[in-house]
C-alpha cells in the first residue's frame, strides 16, 4: 500500500491552530495595491480562519 500524500497547494496555504481549526492567509494582497486603501491593506495582511463549509474540503486535501 503506497504512502497517502497531501496536496502540495494546500500544505503551502493552510496551517493548523492548536485547537484545530484551520489559518488561511487572505487574497488581493500581492499587486495593484495603489487604488486598495491603506485601511483595506492592513486588514488583509492578518490571518483568517477557513469558514466552516470549507473545513471538510481543506482537511481531506491536507490528509487529516
Known amino acids: ?3 497517502v ?3 502540495s497547494a494546500a500544505k503551502k496555504r ?3 491552530t492548536g485547537t484545530g481549526k484551520i489559518k488561511r492567509k487572505h487574497a488581493f494582497k500581492s499587486h495593484i495595491l495603489t487604488k486598495k486603501s491603506t485601511k483595506r491593506k ?3 495582511t492578518h490571518t483568517g ?3 466552516k463549509a470549507d473545513t471538510n474540503n481543506v482537511k481531506a486535501m491536507l490528509k487529516i
Open 1 to 3: 500500500m503506497p504512502k
Open 5 to 7: 500524500k497531501t496536496k
Open 14 to 16: 493552510f496551517k493548523l
Open 42 to 44: 492592513r486588514n488583509l
Open 49 to 51: 480562519l477557513v469558514s
